[in-house]
């Protein structure tokens, strides 16, 4: 049998195909998929539910003139191999290759980016919008997952398209899987949801009566089919926010996707229609659908057996490291609580929960909700640790504003993926956490230099009862240094020196102190002596000994991995207050450059974003050698 797949680069290639090819199109897809994913890692499982629904929606419409939207694109790799990618699928996630998500620089056929769940409904009402205004009517599509549709922001997105009567197609595809254990009253409505076959034979029955008789018996017959749909499928919540429910169906039945996706798309109906689709995760490989997180981020894997490829390293990770603190602190104060949102086994609460399942809360994909719930909680005397990925903090700005930090409420934000995280590129780094968290009043916030710095924020977290914290650490694996016992905390708003020096001082805040550690070294050897002091905290600054540093040293440095108007811009305001600049104080800052990183490996992009060690030996001899001085113009500008 002659590879179909091979003669398609495009999704036109594929309309050309008869709608009987397309179950072999569909195998020869998930085959593909199967073996690029063993060779880049990524997430697998999402893919594999979905390759009879991506050839399905490529068949039946005209993209990327219709436009297509994937909620979160965990779930796009069939999609990428198909429109114009197939040849430079395995540079998947690599420096200077596709990127796991969708992307609009990447290709005409992704029209929105994503990466972030629950944006694919607001996005897509927007193009349908746009097109109405602009007289267009091609076809809007998003296609969202049940877990993406527990968010908030779905439902205010749906809300507002039934409200408008705005002409969008929702497929939402249902496979009872999210990255963790679904949660919530809708993770149990979707299931109950019936196959279908009911109704569809009701419908068609309905409908043989409704075209024998006048058009006034007709219009009473839609109300009929309205108020089946409603009470076989379950469909009354989809319909009573406006959409028209079809469903579920069967979504590995292409052909059956195939005739759906066509009425749909010919209907005249006026308003917004939800396809509910029945996948499973893992689909078609057998190692992902025995696996208990169905193979959502692997690894590279042997196609074979399955098996990944484990990192080798025995350092245990700073998630590991937090999640086993809290549990000793947790074993002796009942008061602590582990709230963490769809991330359990991503933040280490799935450790948590083993040993506390009545004191571990898995909110779902609802950031903003679990930052206010951890303040309900704090209000009545308990210590609620939401831990949370520094990108995903980012949606939930607003609750750490408004009801907690102005309430001064003690929630303990434990903030994972600190800094570049690599493969996942710009939309998962940490990078603006320390400069929107700094900004806030009373507010304490922390950065872990190693794993034995961690440790001590976390038991430092446990006794902060007056005010908000954080505690920030990155992806990836300790330095390998021993650990201190939970009694160990730091001093608020006190750094340590862990280098003393003359010439130069280094304010590190963060994991880059290994980096400013290997540059001490090699400026030693060419004669010059560095301070390195681990400011600990960037709110609030150790101003004594910050102001200690600047006036015994000819130059000063901060470096840290996060955005401008962090940790050094904090700094700055501290000198310039202090009149320090007026003295002749040399002074920098090493921070992320600003604009978006793609994907690479860590070192490479750490590299890129001048954090590395070489990076750090530059700057120091630069500004050593720098004599700049700014001469007083007495005259009067004239032109």
């Avoid at 998500?101 to 607001?122: L, N, Q, V």
């Avoid at 006036?551 to 501290?574: C, R």
Wanted: proline share 3%.
């Amino acid at each position: 049998m002659s590879k179909l797949l091979e003669q398609i680069n495009y999704p036109a290639d594929l309309r050309k195909l008869k709608k009987e090819q397309l179950n072999q199109v569909s195998n020869e897809l998930r085959e593909e998929l199967i073996n690029v994913v063993s060779e880049t890692g990524g997430h697998l499982g999402a893919g594999l539910g979905v390759v009879e629904l991506t050839v399905a929606i490529h068949y039946v419409f005209n993209t990327p003139k219709d436009k297509l939207v994937w909620d979160v694109g965990h779930q796009c790799y069939p999609h990428k191999i198909i429109t114009g990618r197939k040849n430079s699928i395995k540079t998947l996630r690599k420096g200077g290759g596709l990127s796991g998500f969708t992307k609009r620089s990447e290709s005409e056929y992704d029209p929105f980016g994503a990466a972030h769940s629950s944006t694919s409904i607001s996005s897509t009402l927007g193009m349908a919008v746009a097109k109405k205004l602009s007289n267009d009517n091609n076809n809007v599509v998003a296609v969202i997952g049940d877990g993406a549709m527990s968010a908030g922001m779905a439902y205010e997105a749906m809300n507002n398209a039934g409200a408008l009567r705005s002409r969008l197609i929702v497929i939402l595809n249902d496979n009872d899987m999210s990255i963790a254990k679904p949660v919530g009253a809708m993770s149990k409505y979707l299931p109950k949801l019936l196959s279908g076959k009911i109704y569809f034979s009701l419908r068609e029955t309905v409908k043989m009566i409704a075209s024998a008789f006048s058009k006034r018996f007709a219009e009473r017959t839609a109300k009929a089919e309205d108020a089946i749909r409603g009470l076989v499928t379950g469909g009354t919540l989809f319909s009573e926010l406006g959409f028209y429910y079809i469903g579920p169906i069967d979504g590995h039945d292409v052909d059956n996707l195939v005739t759906i996706l066509e009425n749909v798309k010919n209907s005249k109906h006026q308003g917004p229609v939800l396809i509910h689709t029945m996948t499973k995760k893992g689909k078609g490989y057998k190692p992902a659908e025995d696996s208990g997180d169905k193979y959502h981020g692997v690894s590279k894997f042997n196609v074979l057996t399955g098996e990944q490829v484990k990192s080798k390293t025995k350092t245990p990770s700073y998630t590991k490291i937090f999640a086993q603190t809290l549990v000793k602190h947790a074993e002796q104060d009942t008061k602590i609580i582990g709230i963490t949102g769809a991330m359990p086994g991503g933040t280490g609460m799935d450790i948590f929960e083993k040993s506390f399942p009545d004191r571990m809360f898995d909110v779902g994909i609802a950031e903003q909700h679990a930052v206010t719930f951890a303040a309900g909680l704090a209000t009545e005397g308990y210590k609620p640790f939401a831990a949370i990925y520094s990108t995903f903090l980012q949606r939930a700005y607003d609750q750490v504003v408004h009801d907690v930090a102005i309430q001064s409420l003690p929630v303990r934000f434990a903030i994972d993926r600190a800094g570049l995280v690599g493969a996942d590129g710009a939309t998962h780094a940490g990078s603006f956490d320390v400069t929107y968290l700094s900004t806030l009043p009373n507010f304490v916030v922390m950065a872990a230099s190693d794993e034995a710095e961690l440790v001590r924020m976390v038991n430092t977290a446990v006794k902060i009862n007056d005010r908000p914290c954080a505690f920030r650490y990155p992806r990836g694996n300790g330095v390998g240094i021993e650990l201190p016992n939970i009694s160990e905390t730091l001093e608020i708003g006190k750094g340590r020196i862990v280098r003393q020096g003359k010439q130069a001082a280094i304010l590190c805040l963060g994991a880059r102190l290994e980096e400013c550690k290997k540059a001490a070294e090699i400026l030693s050897s060419r004669g010059i002596e560095l301070t390195i002091v681990d400011a600990r905290f960037a709110k609030p600054l150790d101003e004594k000994l910050i102001m200690e540093v600047a006036t015994s040293h000819e130059a000063v440095i901060t470096i840290e991995e996060g955005s401008i108007g962090g940790f050094g811009s904090h700094v700055a305001q501290l000198f310039s207050e202090r009149g320090v600049f007026d003295k002749g104080l040399k002074f920098r800052s090493m921070f992320l450059p600003d604009l978006f990183l793609d994907q690479d490996t860590p070192d490479v992009m750490y590299t890129k974003a001048g954090l590395n060690c070489d990076s750090i030996v530059e700057k120091i001899e630069n500004i050593l050698k720098s004599n700049i001085v700014l001469a007083k113009n007495r005259n009067k500008i004239s032109n």
